[in-house]
T-cell receptor, first 114, second 118 residues
Framework: NAGVTQTPKFQVLKTGQSMTLQCAQDMNHEYMSWYRQDPGMGLRLIHYSVGAGITDQGEVPNGYNVSRSTTEDFPLRLLSAAPSQTSVYFC?????????????FGPGTRLTVL | AQKVTQAQTEISVVEKEDVTLDCVYETRDTTYYLFWYKQPPSGELVFLIRRNSFDEQNEISGRYSWNFQKSTSSFNFTITASQVVDSAVYFCALSEEVGGGATNKLIFGTGTLLAVQP
């Protein structure tokens, strides 16, 4: 049971490049989310999903796309990277009863956009 | 709109001192949930506690205790007899209610960096 895994751990992009941050969980969790963490701003929700085929926007969705074709995977796509997207990205998952169960966070991906 | 405020950006204490981390929240929901997470220097997020809006009982877990007061919209976290291993960033968070039910959409405060000196 690996929990929530994220790849890559580190990434450097040039402005305008696209890439996908991978997130996978093996706990059969319905709920998955993406957050970004910036200095002095805490974590902010980018996109979230309550099940396969269902996604919705969070607080800061611009510049990011998501899809949820399987329960296990929830990739985050940067369409055209900008320096403002330099951040640490966390993926999280939980069961439908997340309020009685723990929300599990992945180890994070540190992204730098030059 | 929902909001979480952690006014203390950084706190420095000497080992064995008690320390309280403040968290003030704003919400229009009658049902909501509050959380504390710890982020040690290694970077991962560690869940510490969850509290729902109908349960104002204080909670103690070892050296950790939490004080929830709806009257002041606060959910403060106290570490008793702090240790160097407590050094971390601590986040308070609020779950946003959608469609009459709580969700996994967390609203985080900006965090408090706690440094415990030996």
């Amino acid at each position: 049971n690996a929990g929530v895994t994220q790849t890559p751990k580190f990434q450097v992009l040039k402005t305008g490049q696209s890439m996908t941050l991978q997130c996978a969980q093996d706990m059969n969790h319905e709920y998955m989310s993406w957050y970004r963490q910036d200095p002095g701003m805490g974590l902010r929700l980018i996109h979230y999903s309550v099940g396969a085929g269902i996604t919705d926007q969070g607080e800061v969705p611009n510049g990011y796309n998501v899809s949820r074709s399987t329960t296990e995977d929830f990739p985050l796509r940067l369409l055209s990277a900008a320096p403002s997207q330099t951040s640490v990205y966390f993926c999280a998952s939980s069961t439908e009863d997340f309020l009685t169960d723990t929300q599990y966070f992945g180890p994070g991906t540190r992204l730098t956009v030059l | 709109a929902q909001k979480v405020t952690q006014a203390q950006t950084e706190i420095s204490v000497v080992e064995k001192e008690d320390v309280t981390l403040d968290c003030v929240y704003e919400t229009r929901d009658t049902t909501y949930y509050l959380f504390w997470y710890k982020q040690p220097p290694s970077g991962e997020l560690v869940f510490l506690i969850r509290r729902n809006s109908f349960d104002e009982q204080n909670e103690i877990s070892g050296r950790y205790s939490w004080n929830f007061q709806k009257s002041t919209s606060s959910f403060n976290f106290t570490i008793t007899a702090s240790q160097v291993v407590d050094s971390a960033v601590y986040f308070c968070a609020l779950s946003e209610e959608v469609g009459g039910g709580a969700t996994n959409k967390l609203i985080f405060g900006t965090g408090t960096l706690l440094a415990v000196q030996p």
